[in-house]
Structures are given as C-alpha cells and as structure tokens.
C-alpha cells in the first residue's frame, strides 16, 4: 500500500458545525502532516506529528484541533470554523530514519487527494 | 529563510511542444529538491527529486537537474502531451527540516 488516504473527499459544514477530517497512511512512515491549500496557492503547512507527536504547529488557529490517535492515523478537528477557512486540506506522509530526535533522513513526501472543505 | 521562485504562469504550449519552467531556490547548506504535480482537483504527487548536486531527476519523460552554481532545478520535457496539463511546483526540503518550502506553482494547459 503506497497511498494516503483522505476522507472524506467532500465536506460542506456550517459555521457552527463540527466535523474532522480523517488521513490514513500504512507505509510505516513516521512523520504526518496537513496542509492547507487555497486556489491557485501552494500548501501552506499547518502541522507536523512525528512519532505521534506533535512537532510543529504553524500558528493554527484554534478552531483546528490535530489529533494522532497512532502511527497511522491523523485526524484534523474543526470547529466553529469561517468561510475564509473553506480550502483544500492535504494530508501527507513521509519516512523517517532513526529513533525520535535524531535528525531526519527524508525519502520525499506522500501526499493524500485532499478533503475539500466548503464552510457556509 | 528558504524560498523557492517559479517561472510565471500560465503556460501554454501546443502538443508535442518542448516545454521548460524555471525554478531557482534560495537555502543554507544543502537542500532537497523536487517537483509536485497537482492535476484539477486533485492532490499532489510527486513527479521526481534530486538530492545533491549534478543529480538528475526524471521520470514521466520529464528531467531536472540540481544545479547548485546556479541554484537552479529547472522541469523539462521533450514533447508534451494534452494529459501534461496540470500545475507543476517546485520545492525545497533543507537536511533537518520536515516541511517542504513551495515556489508559487506554475500552470500548464497543453492543446491538442
């Protein structure tokens, strides 16, 4: 198995509403991200999780709540979100080489096919 | 910090035209290159890499090569086709870095 999975693909939500986003992986790698991406606009990094735990957060607003249940598994909360927030969210994945804080060895990342998120 | 700049777009090429986008990149020590590929509503996929200098990249009929004299990892490909039609960008990882740095993306309609 080679692929991201992202669910689900499509996602219309209320400004009141909460939902999550779902982001699979079992390739064994290690490191997990979500990005965010507007139209017409490169991903803007919004987390990192290695070893499940959270490793960077890019100044996320709060109404984003990450979540790694395991090494296979990435969620992404949202709640209370804003139309401004409506975007296409990229989970991807990549292999890491040696033991928690020993420096990265990257082998390129996996990206998913993305939740395209419209808040109403 | 690191950066990455692409060539504007939009390109627009005729089928089996050569095709070339430009992308330069500004980093400390040694990065990682690549390049995405994101067809319409799609996510992205990588489409080669190189990891140290004089490397080259390829796969799909497409190349690059690292070139660290002129900070440059420039796409080529000999010929086009109307399925090339996509956004290609460009990207840095530095050694100990987990993200990847994004140069603006560069969009590629081909035309039969």
């Known amino acids: 198995d080679t692929e991201v999975t992202q669910t689900p693909k499509h996602l219309v939500m209320g400004m009141t509403n909460k939902k999550s986003l779902k982001c699979e992986q079992h390739m064994g790698h290690r490191a997990m991200y979500w990005y965010k991406q507007k139209a017409k606009k490169p991903p803007e990094l919004m987390f990192v999780?290695?070893?499940?735990?959270?490793?960077i957060n890019e100044s996320v607003p709060s109404r984003f709540s990450p979540e790694c249940p395991n090494s296979s598994l990435l969620n992404l909360h949202l709640h209370a979100l804003q139309p401004e927030d409506s975007a296409l969210y990229l989970c991807?994945?990549?292999?890491?080489?040696?033991?928690?804080?020993?420096?990265?060895?990257?082998?390129?990342?996996?990206f998913g096919s993305g939740t395209r998120l419209t808040v109403v | 910090g690191d950066s990455v700049t692409q060539m504007e777009g939009p390109v627009t090429l005729s089928e089996e035209a050569f095709l070339t986008i430009n992308c330069t990149y500004t980093a400390t020590g040694y990065p990682s290159l690549f390049w995405y590929v994101q067809y319409p509503g799609e996510g992205l996929q990588l489409l080669l890499k190189a990891t140290k200098a004089d490397d080259k990249g390829s796969n799909k009929g497409f190349e690059a090569t690292y070139r660290k004299e002129t900070t440059s990892f420039h796409l080529e490909k000999g010929s086009v086709q109307v399925s090339d039609s996509a956004v290609y960008f460009c990207?840095?990882?530095?050694?100990?870095?987990?993200?990847?740095?994004f140069g603006s993306g560069t969009q590629l309609t081909v035309l039969p």
């Open positions: 991807a994945s990549s292999q890491e080489r040696g033991g928690q804080g020993s420096g990265v060895s990257f082998y390129g990342y996996t």
């Open positions: 990207a840095l990882r530095r050694g100990s870095a987990r993200q990847l740095t």
């Open positions: 999780y290695s070893y499940e735990k959270l490793s």
